[in-house]
């Protein structure tokens, strides 16, 4: 496994959780890396980006100002910090490496394998 997310767990609305993705190479340290979600019965949609120096982030409006991307290189590890978490945020979260900076999923080629997020009201 290249890339293993962990972090998920249930959680009330208006609480926080962070999500973390480990790479097992360092290799990673130069790829831009991302988070999608996917909830249920619904497409896969994207969540964040960073790029591989981490100082620039990008957002899907729905986390703006709720959610933050940051990574360390030294631990081959990004992260994504949620506060007020709303039911809707309720999914499954993918960790992604890729060339460079994207909100596509075709911008990233390798991923993890998700982790949980419930968000109760």
């Known amino acids: 496994v290249q890339l293993q997310a962990s972090g998920g767990g249930l959680v009330q609305a208006g609480g926080s959780l962070r999500l973390s993705c480990a790479a097992s190479?360092?290799?990673?340290?130069?790829?831009?890396r991302g988070w999608f979600r996917q909830a249920p019965g619904k497409e896969r949609e994207f969540v964040a980006a960073i790029n591989w120096r981490g100082d620039i982030p990008y957002y899907a409006d729905s986390v703006k100002g709720r959610f933050t991307i940051s990574r360390d290189n030294a631990k081959n590890t990004v992260y994504l910090q949620m506060n007020s978490l709303k039911p809707e945020d309720t999914a499954v979260y993918y960790c992604?490496?890729?060339?460079?900076?994207?909100?596509?999923?075709?911008?990233?080629?390798?991923w993890g394998q998700g982790t949980l997020v419930t968000v109760s009201s």
């Open positions: 190479r360092r290799t990673f340290s130069s790829f831009a």
């Open positions: 992604a490496a890729g060339p460079k900076m994207s909100s596509d999923e075709e911008g990233f080629n390798v």
